[in-house]
Structure formats: C-alpha cells, structure tokens
C-alpha cells in the first residue's frame, strides 16, 4: 500500500558520492586532473557531469546516418584503444627501469604525462575507477582507503587536482570495503555501448536503431576524449 516501507537501507552501507570521492581510486582520478587556481574546492567540481557531457556529443552527430555513426563509434573505440596500450606500455617500461612500481623504484623514471583539463573528464570515471579497484584488486577485502601512503605523498605532492581539493574523509559507518559487494554485480552490462561491431551494424541499418546508436555514439566520444 501507498506509504508502506518494506525495508530501510542505512545510507552507510551504500557507495556514495562521499564514498568514492575519499577513496584511493577517486583520488588516483582526481590526480589526472589539473588543479584549481583556488584551493578548497570539491572533489566533484573537477569533472563535469555525465549527462550533460554525453549530450554535447550526441548533440554534435544527431545529424549523421547510420554508416556515419558506426564509423565514428569504431574509430573512437580503436582511439581509445590505442592511448589505453600506450600508456601501459609506457607505465611498464617505467617499472623496469626503475626496479620498482612506477616512479617509486630505486632508479626513480619520471612518466611524460599531461594532466586534463578540469571538466574534461566525466563523473562517471572515478565511479568506475572505485568499482573496478574494489573488484579486481588481489586483496579479499579491497580497503577503500588503503597504506600506500608513498603513492598519495607523489600526489599530493604534484600539480594535481589533489593539491587543490578538499580532502574528504570515509563517511561514518561505512564498511572499509565495499569488495564482496562489488565482485557479485554482473561481469557483463548487455547494452549497446559493449556491443560489438557486427551487434552495432544491425542498428545502423535500421530506423529505429539510429537513436541508440546515437547514444552510444555521444558515450563512447565522451569516454575518448
């Protein structure tokens, strides 16, 4: 009936806004982005919101066909793709030659990297960044904040986001773990953004296909950019 509650979840035992803007992994995103010329500001004023994101790019192909919108979602994709190898490869390059994980080895090898422009990266990355650590991390529990205090000092230390952030704390009363929660989400999302070429061609052939295929389109531009 209307007005009836049949189970209440305490605010503590969800992932929330504060939850991913204190963890390592937020920070870890929040550390690609440059600092504010203010200090003191909030951990989300760095990113620009999802949404607002994703329809500036749907809004720049809305006229583009079928064939237009698949080419332009492959070759993202691929550009993605390639940054994604670059970087890890440089990264690993890192590792051996400073004997080490990256920049703290005894040989210590600075990374050339460019910090993102404040905005240019959206909501969703620090979210996924904290999905992804606490589910894939070799640890049972995942700490959401951990020890490696070294690697936050190389953060804080730099012209970073994080320098001109608010430090934001766990919330009261949350697990210090959110891992067994995370490792039973699904390993797969069915939605068309995960689709694969041959899957996306059947919606550019058709009429009803070109709207999704245009938000899949606005997505994958926003995560390549």
Not at 84 to 98: L, P
Not at 166 to 179: C, R
């Given at each position: 009936r209307k007005g009836d509650v049949l189970m209440t979840v305490p605010r503590s035992a969800m992932i929330t806004p504060d939850v991913v803007a204190a963890s390592d992994a937020g920070r870890a995103i929040l550390a690609c982005c440059e600092a504010a010329e203010n200090?003191?500001?909030?951990?989300?004023?760095?990113?620009?919101?999802?949404?607002?994101?994703?329809?500036?790019?749907?809004?720049?192909?809305?006229?583009?066909?079928?064939?237009?919108?698949?080419?332009?979602?492959?070759?993202?994709?691929?550009?993605?793709?390639?940054?994604?190898?670059?970087?890890?490869?440089?990264?690993?390059?890192?590792?051996?030659?400073?004997?080490?994980?990256?920049?703290i080895g005894k040989n210590k090898v600075e990374l050339k990297y460019k910090l993102a422009t404040r905005g240019t990266i959206s909501t969703r990355a620090p979210i996924l960044a904290f999905l992804i650590q606490q589910r894939f991390s070799d640890s049972i529990s995942p700490q959401i904040v951990g020890d490696s205090s070294e690697i936050m000092e190389e953060m804080e230390d730099s012209t970073s986001g994080v320098t001109s952030a608010?430090?934001?704390?766990?919330?009261?009363?949350?697990?210090?773990?959110?891992?067994p929660y995370v490792r039973i989400l699904p390993s797969m999302i069915p939605l068309p953004l995960c689709w694969k070429r041959n899957e996306l061609a059947l919606l550019s052939g058709c009429v009803p296909g070109i709207a999704p295929l245009q938000e899949v389109a606005g997505m994958t531009l926003q995560l390549a950019s």
């Open positions: 200090s003191g500001i909030h951990f989300w004023d760095s990113f620009e919101n999802t949404t607002i994101s994703e329809k500036a790019y749907i809004d720049k192909v809305h006229m583009d066909n079928g064939t237009q919108l698949l080419v332009k979602i492959l070759q993202h994709r691929k550009k993605a793709e390639t940054t994604a190898t670059k970087s890890q490869n440089a990264r690993d390059e890192s590792v051996i030659q400073s004997g080490g994980i990256a920049g608010l430090k934001i704390n766990v919330p009261p009363g949350s697990p210090s773990s959110f891992g």
